[in-house]
């Protein structure tokens, strides 16, 4: 079992569970500061999330991304050879400097997880984020015969020994005259996904040129311990620049413009090649922790499980090396797809759900804003006018740069072209599940409409300069 970790295993969660998927849909309380309101130091709110949504597109937003996001850290001669055999990305060109958004499947081809991977310097990697492919990396580094060295970095609710590494996602149209001002002696250019050691406020820091929303923001890490003198010198350029901190509330609600589609169930619960590593992975770990919500509920947990195509990750997979599950993407090439599309709701369907908690008898599932997800990960089911089940929603939330609620969701290629129409079942059945934030109420069908994923213009102009790469 993983290093430090008592009690049961994840197959042994498994086998004492008559039903997986009825499990994590009733009977969990999810591991991430995105649903779990202590969870992080991080306050919901600095001003209100409706200006700091909009001060990404008309000005410039910081978050504090140091508390929720798990590290790894990987080094030793062979921690590429290890990172090359798990991901499905290439490694040809990836050169210290460089980051990209790292994938991982199972043997069959289903995502295990993502994560964005730092080349720090030869023979030395950083994780960041995406706690189940972390462990997946983690199981393999100390059980797979490789030389490497390996470190975690638990996000703050589940970290007695406090960070290593403060962390500051700036973006919006001023991020980018804010990061030249705060730089001590020449401002470097660094490309989308490469990075840069830079000095602020007198401190070594390594600057990401990534972003949130689509601008050409910059993601700001260092020492723990040099975090408070960085902000300050942030903060202090970018009064004059309208520059807002966002809180929680507003960092989760930008995936809605952004079409990042965040965690999805870990397909690691009934591949027979992975039996070792659930009997070393805890029952305590996010992958035993998950917690399913939404219409599309189906008691069994492959269900669930999801492709690189479905979350738009196939244009960043590459055939040129031996990996965890090629032959099986390999099949899968020339197989119908689904597409991840945003989906706009209608106004008038909208409407009529908030109407329903004015009125007698029990109302429609509430719409929380900006974010009207309430799961980990949230299953919507979407169908054609005629009810052919036809692709799942995920993340679902209010974007007021756009003055729509968007949707996540993957559906099947054909129906994939912008201006289709299609409904999505908001709520779950029987009145609602076993989870103690879902309300009793009643399903109701809405009205959407598809668009491309990202929705905001910036973020698709950032994806073709090649964030993600």
Request: charged letters at 20%; glycine letters at 10%; proline letters at 5%.
């Amino acid at each position: 079992m993983m290093q430090g970790a008592t009690g049961k295993s994840l197959q042994d969660l498994i086998d004492s569970t008559p039903n997986l998927a009825e499990y994590f849909y009733n009977g969990t309380a999810s591991p991430h500061d995105r649903n779990n309101a202590g969870g992080s130091p991080v306050p919901l709110e600095h001003s209100n999330w409706r200006e700091e949504q909009r001060a990404w597109r008309e000005a410039a937003v910081l978050f504090d991304q140091s508390h929720h996001m798990p590290e790894l850290f990987l080094k030793g001669p062979d921690s590429a050879r290890l990172l090359n055999y798990l991901g499905i990305n290439t490694f040809n060109n990836f050169v210290p400097g460089r980051a990209k958004q790292f994938i991982a499947c199972n043997h069959n081809g289903q995502v295990i997880g993502e994560c964005v991977l730092y080349y720090l310097e030869e023979n030395s990697f950083e994780l960041v984020s995406g706690m189940q492919l972390q462990d997946w990396v983690h199981f393999h580094a100390e059980t797979g015969g490789y030389d490497v060295s390996f470190e975690r970095d638990l996000q703050t609710a589940e970290n007695p020994k406090g960070r290593t590494k403060f962390r500051y996602g700036m973006d919006g149209p001023e991020a980018r005259q804010i990061f030249a001002e705060i730089v001590e002696g020449e401002v470097p250019e660094i490309p989308f996904f490469h990075f840069a050691k830079v000095r602020i406020a007198g401190r070594e820091v390594l600057a990401l040129r990534h972003g949130m929303a689509g601008h050409m923001g910059v993601e700001l890490s260092g020492r723990w311990d040099d975090g408070d003198a960085v902000l300050a010198a942030i903060l202090e350029s970018g009064k004059k620049h309208g520059l807002k901190r966002g809180g929680r509330m507003s960092y989760f609600s930008a995936q809605g413009e952004g079409g990042w589609m965040a965690y999805p169930l870990p397909a690691v619960y009934t591949d027979p090649k992975l039996q070792a590593f659930r009997q070393w992975l805890p029952a305590s770990s996010w992958a035993g922790r998950a917690q399913l919500s939404g219409s599309d509920y189906v008691p069994d947990i492959k269900h669930y499980y999801v492709t690189p195509w479905d979350m738009g990750l196939d244009r960043i997979m590459k055939f040129d090396h031996d990996f965890v599950g090629r032959a099986a993407l390999e099949a899968m090439v020339d197989a119908p797809h689904r597409t991840k599309v945003t989906l706009v709701w209608n106004k008038e369907d909208i409407a009529r759900i908030q109407a329903s908690m004015f009125e007698p008898g029990t109302a429609f599932k509430s719409l929380n804003f900006p974010m009207a997800s309430y799961g980990f990960p949230h299953c919507d089911a979407v169908r054609t006018a005629g009810g052919k089940l036809v692709g799942r929603a995920g993340y679902s939330g209010y974007s007021a740069n756009e003055a729509e609620m968007l949707s996540i969701a993957s559906v099947d290629g054909g129906l994939a072209s912008p201006g289709t129409e299609l409904v999505l079942t908001w709520g779950e059945p029987d009145g609602g599940s076993g989870k103690r934030h879902v309300e009793r109420h009643r399903q109701t069908d809405v009205r959407v409409t598809v668009a491309p994923a990202p929705y905001a213009t910036a973020a698709r102009i950032a994806r073709g300069l090649g964030l993600g790469q």
